[in-house]
């Protein structure tokens, strides 16, 4: 791909681990996932792989960025809205010609999935500082966890403690989510 798109010359081109992006966090704007969740699903252990992606992306996206899943499998559109990250999903299925619809795990049809990070909005700048800084603190524990298996239990924790924050309209290292 490199060199067919060599003349672009804002395009980059790396090799990397989805489950494991080596970007730094809301470093992007959009990201796309064009049947990788597909292949990496149908893998021994690729449940927990595709739910670390789902994490990966969530996680390198800029507030309000969008992700963008091109899929034919069910399971795939399932997980998407289990792992319970805070995005707003809309939906598009455009029918298809299986070639060989007897043999294929894929539906008659292709859904692309938009899936905007929703912004997090603080009640205050020190609610902004102190969720800051419990991310901070976090962040090493969650890689930890991450190379573990168990970072989706972590994001997930994190989000339902700024869901309890913005329900009891408390003032702590929460965040409420804001579309």
Not at 11 to 24: I, K, P, Q, Y
Not at 69 to 98: D, F, H, R
Not at 108 to 124: G, Y
Request: hydrophobic share 45%; aromatic share 4%; proline share 2%.
């Amino acid at each position: 791909m490199a060199k067919t798109n060599a003349e672009r010359d804002k395009m980059t081109w790396e090799v990397g681990d989805v489950s494991a992006l080596s970007h730094e966090d809301e470093s992007f704007e959009c990201v796309i996932d064009k049947a990788t969740a597909d292949a990496v699903i149908c893998m021994p252990g690729g449940h927990d792989l595709v739910q670390k992606m789902f994490h990966e992306a969530y996680r390198v996206l800029k507030p309000k960025g969008v992700f963008i899943v091109v899929s034919v499998q069910a399971n795939v559109k399932g997980l998407l809205q289990e792992v319970k990250l805070p995005w707003a999903i809309g939906k598009l299925p455009i029918k298809t010609c299986l070639v060989n619809g007897a043999h294929s795990q894929a539906q008659d049809h292709v859904t692309v999935i938009c899936c905007r990070k929703k912004k997090l909005v603080f009640a205050n700048k020190a609610q902004g500082l102190m969720a800051r800084l419990l991310i901070a603190a976090k962040k090493k524990e969650l890689m930890e966890k991450a190379e573990s298996g168990d970072a989706g239990a972590a994001v997930e924790a994190l989000v339902e403690k700024a869901k309890e924050n913005k329900e009891g309209g408390a003032v702590s290292a929460g965040a409420a989510e804001a579309e």
